[in-house]
């Protein structure tokens, strides 16, 4: 069966199961640095171009933002429906040491509970959607299971505002609740390979989500989850992080870890990389004179209890995908993947296939190559082939692709990338 009957909203029925695809962490346009084009009725189009059946509306504690939601059609289960598009009721919040959490909620009564029980410990509760709350992760934890909602840390490895920047273990955050705990987002800077050598983490489920501030085709959906649900419903998407009844992720979805803004240690300004070694002689100071922020990777190398991956049975594959735009940027030799051109080739592609995945991975290279110029098709035969070099990000700028030349590409051996299809 093709790409498209997969990522399409008519998902894939087998054994009374279904796949969907699932991005559970987004914003809106009432939290800091976001897009104004974040709207609800912006999002349900946006999704189904990127192959996602399921988008959080995350900054739902937020009552404007509430109002807009409640312009969709209320579905069984705790879910929303916008046109082809469904949304689950999520937050992402910032704790009183800078730790961020991600809640996931069953219905609009639960959302209120919440918000009542923290309005009182936070200051920007109306007027930003990714408010900060003067308690701490246990504190928080508590008053999620009180009222029924999922909890876990937002971006886990991120330096700055991330659970491990500020603890060494889950249970220094969230205390007495820790088994309550039954997710971790892994971010955009690390992958199950990273965090599976830390055994703590490997009774969790992992989730892979976008954090988009931004609706454009790099943001949206550039990292997600595929699951296998009985319904697009919220219950059984909790189902599936919890893995009850036969409900799991069966897959996550990411950028390549090198690809995220805080994959190697690095200067915050002029983003000199630097070795843990280096930045330790250097007492995390660059030689511009600016700060050297510790990378994802040598936190992770500082937490790990294994040397390698030590994957649980329950684990899913994770598969590194790399954003469209980016791709098309890299190949028509644009400075950024949001110039007009950039767009204008990504639409093309899109109308022809129909979602940014079946692109990515699954559509015939020839039928590709009838529907835009050579320069992007050869960009994804190369994506497909596995023959794409990383230049890591870190210090809070992303990492960046390149494509080897011709000469190249003879010598290196890259692992092809396996369609969706070959983990169902």
């Known amino acids: 069966m093709g790409q498209k009957q997969i990522l399409k909203t008519d998902p894939i029925l087998y054994f009374s199961f279904m796949i969907i695809n699932v991005d559970l962490h987004i914003h809106s346009r009432f939290s800091g640095a976001t897009s104004q084009a974040m709207t609800i009725e912006t999002l349900a189009k946006e999704a189904p171009r990127k192959g996602i059946d399921v988008v959080a509306t995350g900054d739902c504690l937020h009552s404007d933002w509430q109002g807009e939601i409640k312009q969709c059609e209320e579905m069984e289960e705790g879910t929303f429906l916008y046109g082809e598009t469904r949304f689950v009721l999520t937050t992402e919040v910032e704790d009183k040491n800078r730790v961020h959490h991600l809640l996931l909620f069953p219905s609009f009564s639960s959302v209120e509970d919440f918000k009542e029980r923290i309005a009182k410990f936070s200051p920007n509760i109306e007027t930003d959607g990714r408010p900060n709350v003067n308690l701490n992760g246990q504190e928080l934890a508590e008053i999620a299971k009180d009222v029924d909602a999922l909890i876990g840390p937002a971006h886990a490895f991120t330096p700055w505002t991330a659970m491990y920047a500020y603890h060494d273990s889950l249970s220094s955050c969230y205390g007495e609740l820790v088994d309550y705990v039954s997710f971790i987002e892994l971010g955009l800077s690390a992958d199950s390979n990273y965090a599976d050598r830390i055994t703590e983490l490997h009774r969790l489920t992992f989730l892979t989500n976008s954090d988009a501030h931004s609706p454009h085709p790099v943001r949206l959906a550039r990292e997600f989850n595929r699951m296998k649900v009985r319904d697009a419903s919220y219950g059984e998407i ?100 949001f110039t007009k051109t950039v767009t204008r080739r990504w ?13 990515l991975i699954d559509a015939d290279l020839e039928d590709i190559s009838r529907v835009t110029v050579p320069a992007i098709s050869e960009a994804i035969e190369a994506f497909r082939e596995g023959k794409v070099i990383i230049h890591p990000g870190g210090g809070g700028k992303y990492g960046v692709i390149e494509f080897p030349s011709a000469d190249e590409k003879i010598t290196l051996k890259g692992e092809r990338q396996r369609t969706l299809t070959d983990f169902l």
Do not use: M
Not at 289 to 307: F, T, Y
Not at 323 to 333: D, F, N, R, S, V
């Open 238 to 337: 909790k189902k599936a992080i919890l893995r009850q009844g036969g409900n799991r992720v069966v897959l996550n979805v990411g950028l390549p870890p090198q690809e995220g803004k805080y994959n190697e240690s690095a200067c915050i300004s002029c983003y000199k990389h630097y070795t843990l070694e280096e930045a330790i002689r250097r007492k995390w100071k660059c030689v511009c004179g600016k700060r050297i922020k510790k990378g994802v990777k040598d936190r992770i190398n500082e937490l790990a209890d294994l040397s390698l991956p030590k994957h649980p049975e329950h684990r899913p594959p994770y598969v590194h995908i790399i954003p469209l735009a980016e791709i098309i940027a890299k190949a028509l030799g644009q400075s950024s993947a």
């Open 347 to 359: 639409n093309e592609l899109i109308d022809a296939f129909g979602d940014e995945v079946t692109i």
